[in-house]
């Protein structure tokens, strides 16, 4: 099993800070990740698939690069509504996996 | 537009079973796997179960390999869980989810989730 581990577990910035989240796997996943934003009481939403393609309707101020082992995802300036956790998934192999989140909070 | 909602959670003692369904629109069910993801509370994301588009292939977390059953019906557009010999853990929201594309095993579209509590 692959294990992804996010880091930090919290991020806390004000609204306009550019925000830098990392996701490490366990072994190489290639470019088979993806990452999704929770806010409270919902479900996920993707924003960003194969390491750097952002999905439908996601602002441009979401990014994400890397690949093998690991990934970032970038906010280039916090919005009030980009606060909440952010999950990053590999889909490289059986089983599919998450990382544990990272919670961007407002400081 | 793209739906699934979820439907069959509730209360129910440690030992017990359950039947989860997701009802579909907006998309040609059968072209698509389809997913249950669960997450308990104040807890991560855990991935719990895949079917194929023809229901064929199936597959399953080691956390629940061998109590839960997935499976589809493909006239109904309907996606189920069955969870039989019910934990504590696992307690959770489940949701189904959609993935891109054949293969993409990424999610675009989730339902809202339905509670399972596990509790005597």
């Known amino acids: 099993e692959i294990v992804l581990t996010q880091s930090p577990d919290t991020l806390s910035l004000s609204p306009g800070d550019r925000a830098t989240l990392s996701c490490r796997a366990s072994?190489?996943?290639?470019?088979?990740l993806a990452w999704y934003q929770q806010k409270p009481g919902q479900a996920p939403r993707l924003l960003i698939y194969?390491?750097?393609n952002r999905a439908t309707g996601m602002p441009a101020r979401f990014s994400g690069s890397g690949s093998g082992t690991d990934f970032t995802l970038t906010i280039s300036s916090l919005e009030p509504e980009d606060f909440a956790v952010y999950y990053c998934q590999h889909r490289s192999n059986w089983p599919l996996t998450f990382g544990g989140g990272t919670k961007v909070e407002i400081k | 537009e793209v739906q699934l909602l979820e439907s069959g959670g509730g209360l129910v003692q440690p030992g017990e079973s359950l039947r989860l369904s997701c009802a579909a629109s907006g998309f040609t069910f059968s072209s698509y796997g389809l997913y249950w993801v669960r997450q308990a509370p104040g807890k991560g994301l855990e991935w719990v179960s895949a079917i194929s588009g023809s229901g064929s292939n199936t597959y399953y977390a080691d956390s629940v390999k061998g109590r839960f059953t997935i499976s589809r019906d493909n006239s109904k557009n309907t996606l189920y869980l069955q969870m039989n010999s019910l934990r504590a853990e696992d307690t959770a929201v489940y949701y189904c989810a959609k993935p891109l594309g054949s293969g993409r095993n990424f999610f675009d579209y989730w339902g809202q989730g339905t509670l399972v509590t596990v509790s005597s």
């Open positions: 072994q190489s996943v290639s470019t088979y």
């Open positions: 194969d390491a750097s």
